[in-house]
């Protein structure tokens, strides 16, 4: 089988993998003291080029986004997001459980704009019974979205300024970040996102990880008592250097992006092998994750052989089918997949 | 420097690591639903003897308490703990986030017994005003305590009892489990446990793994949707893989125990050395934290060779000190000690 | 100026002031133990033909809301309800903050459907990732809507007919709840009500009490500690006697529809001074809200002698406007705002 | 029977149901935006000497405490209070339901003192572990206390001062706090509240009210939205107005007061009557609560005439037993029970 399901299938990257083994021995302080989480940090302020920057090390993705998100929200505010945000749908309502209503958003293609969202808050206080309702106080984007899909440099600045002129937070869920900053069509940095962002993780887990995010509150803006708020809400490990060790690794040198590369090349490639062999996409995404159209009989055929994920139906005769590369993917499989085409 | 301040200093040992390594390559399902997980969960249904138990992986201890016991609370129900009991103290107020109060026994030596407890839910219900009062609904011990003492069999089994009696939840707190199991005075098993409490939790992350608890509801009792809560509080990891290696590796054979074995006779080995040399201990643990009386000029002077942690004052002159060993503490490490005594 | 702007405006009708009145000396238990409670009880049971049926009273109705939905949901689980719900949007996120999602349904005229209710339930099931999402576990109505309109017999029966083979609670917010019983198209009883919903409240606050609404659990179904838990969100008066003298004063004789009466035929009038003299009606409600579709310059006129609410702009040339009546409207407000169309 | 229970057994105060009497018919707006409540606060800021005041009603002392508090208190941070306090014991958990953790101080006659709070939080930021507890962040009194006592105003001073050194709030729950005001040992006065607390809250219900209470953010440091929180905690009545107009009738010219005084000349008569017969009391309230030691068959016969409540055994024969007095008692009563001593 080629399995093509989701990008959290291996274990840990190379390098990753190396480090946690060299490390293992040594006797370091707990709760992310160790100099491995100082290392760290340090890099990844270095990579952001924000030396401000406070950075927690906190295991998983649902988690980051429920305790950033309870922080930072304050009584009657909540999170405005797209319809198809990973917090609107898919983590078992985490933000409302956190007692914050996600303020969904239309998307396109998995994106939200500043138009849409300057709309929604000049609406909000028109409406003369705003006083009764949910205050939006921050926005949730991914990058890449649930799609595939990276805002354009031009329009995470408008986002940003937008929620600047109106007083939310800008918040940017990275958990597959690293396909986007190695995707050939992006033009923004790491150093961007800190710019524009209050606050963002990079993902960890889902490119080279065996789990661990990394959270940045770019201007030294983390809530206080941050760390103990982590660790009431059960993110803090004991053994801190597990994430410490993991980021080290991936933030020396370029491994971070370079581990990721071996994604968008492998999805470019078999993007390319569906088209040449007349296979419509979705959406033209530029990173590791792939909707082709399929005809029902050709998905079923193709199914022996290849783990991919239905989407949905397109119409009676074709269904949209996810394929998802990651850093553990094989330019063989790809060759693979184009010979049962 | 000897470094006996706690028990999550290092990384995994041997068995784990090396099952990590190997496993590394392959490609798993994720969340929990890999053949590692499954195997893990099975080894620990038969160690338990509980052939129906659910068995559920969670990153930390702070996590599981939580999401434990938000789970098994209903509204206006709190749960029965020590005063010293790490949920009650050092966990940042999880249960309360969760929206519940910790209703605190006296402790003796971290315990507390049948009686206390019988004495707390009846006093409460004698109580005229008990409505506007928060119910007792669950009892919260651990296993050894933070103390490092352990319940005796027949403790264990009147707390049983006067839960059932009751209509309590026995919930057992098992971060340092495999040091209980493991203690020369130990007369309770794995499967005792199991049969007595309603929940409970074996402790990875301090007796060998990198991180990771295993939830065991001992009667196939776990809470509707569990899973889906487990993700919505932020535990539920992409790779859970991560965990389900690691338990598969320490509940083969009888790795679990024989790891904190090492523990347990370099804690007694410490004991003898200060008790030879004329130095009283606080209290006589058991299991891997040791208690003991230094005067302060001693304190200070063997601070400057061994990492400890300071407990409490004891009177003018003199301090409690904790020490602790772990899987990873050489008996060498003893013997430089005694020298300095 | 005549005031249509809500049915919230005056104190309380007369017979519930009266009551307060006669009985204000009298030494009484609190907290809902006295005797007008229990006889409100007793009545509320016999109207609803449901003597089996636990009722409690609290203030207002966003509280009933909060209180009731935390109480029934279980975590990872949410309530579905029309998008233009009170719980979906002029209650400021209570519900979220309760710790749960609202699952909106596009409503029609402020209603949704069994059919919708059956698809959304069983469209979720058959998602593969539902175990990722929040689970309905309960459908939320409002007789008669924020529209104004009603539920047929017909229409709630099979609402509880879905609710009933899907395994949600169908809980409905009466709190305009008299005005429906007295609409003259309507043909469901207080019994109906009671017979297809496992809870319900019958509105005090906007039908002739000074504030207060009864909750129904019409199978004797409330939950454990439910008056513990009215205490703990703060829903407890301590001189309880004031609901339970109000509502004993609405339900004696038919007190309660007959004081509801006076708004479903000044509403009526409404309506026919505005058909008469050519205005369109949004939607043709039979309660005591009326959406009446006017020209510009003619609602900036009326303002000048008519407090009414604005709702929507239909078009560039014409507004829609509410216009509400209540008990305590007099049919002398109808012939003069008659005169000024 | 002579019902000396507690002082929420009647309606409202003669001033108050005239009042609300009056007003009735008024068509006024909704949610506290009426002139009387607009009266009330401007009445209120009047009494307290602080024009910069924001002042709020609510229907419940209960309500109240869990709004503020939930208000006030961030992530990781727990309110100190004493023992006894209401919050501690018979609010059935509100603050933890709220999220945050309530510290226990041991009371002495139902207060404690700023040099406790002071070590609690001195030793609390030296505790090396404190990162992983709850941050004290607010000092939550009642005046009178539950024991009836009163604090002085330099007692009230001291704990204003030591809670600006350590950086918390002080909260006062006034829920009898006309009784406080009308004892003549009292030397602490509604402006020396206002000046010394950040927040508090004026007692309605159980001093002449049938329902409300008034809280007064001092300062004008109302958290932000806080009306909107209100609403969404339940708080907010629709018809406002039913608060407005009982605090506008209490605070106008010396209501409050001169109908507490009633029951403190009552309770004075009381405490006479049983210390010139003989019988001691437990501690020597100011205020409208008394506690007396009686024997246990005299505790027995008096039961038979006088509604009180049992409070606890003082040994085998004796049985200490509290009073209350309101401004509805009656000098009569007080003569019948000095017959029955």
Redesign the interface.
Known sequence: MI?LA?D?????CEAV?RH??E????????YGEDLYCDRARDKIRWACQTPEAEVFFI??????N??VL??LL?????VIAPDTGHIS??????????????LTLPNCEGKISAADVKRYVEDFYED??H?????PAAVYISYPTEYGTLYSLKELEALSDVCREKGLFLYLDGARLGYGLAAKQADVTLSDIARFCDVFYIGG??TGA??GEAVVFSKGNA???F???I?????????G??LGVQFDALFTGDTYVAVCRQAIETADALKRAFTEKGYALLIDSPTNQIFVILDNDKYERLKKDVVCR?WRKLDENRTVVRFVTSW?TSMESIDRIRALL
């Not at 959290?8 to 840990?12: K, M, V």
């Not at 006083?131 to 205050?135: A, D, G, K, P, T």
């Open positions: 399995l989701n959290y299938s291996e274990g840990a993998l946690l083994v490390t293992n021995a040594e006797t370091l302080p707990g295991s998983g993705g649902t988690q980051v429920a305790i309870k922080a304050g009584p009657c505010e909540g749908v898919h983590e078992a309502g985490t933000v409302e459980a956190g007692g914050h209503k996600v003369r019974n006083s009764q309702m949910v205050y887990t889902k065996l789990c809530p206080k008592h760390t103990t708020f660790r009431q809400q059960g993110g803090l490990l004991a053994k250097r597990l239905y553990a």
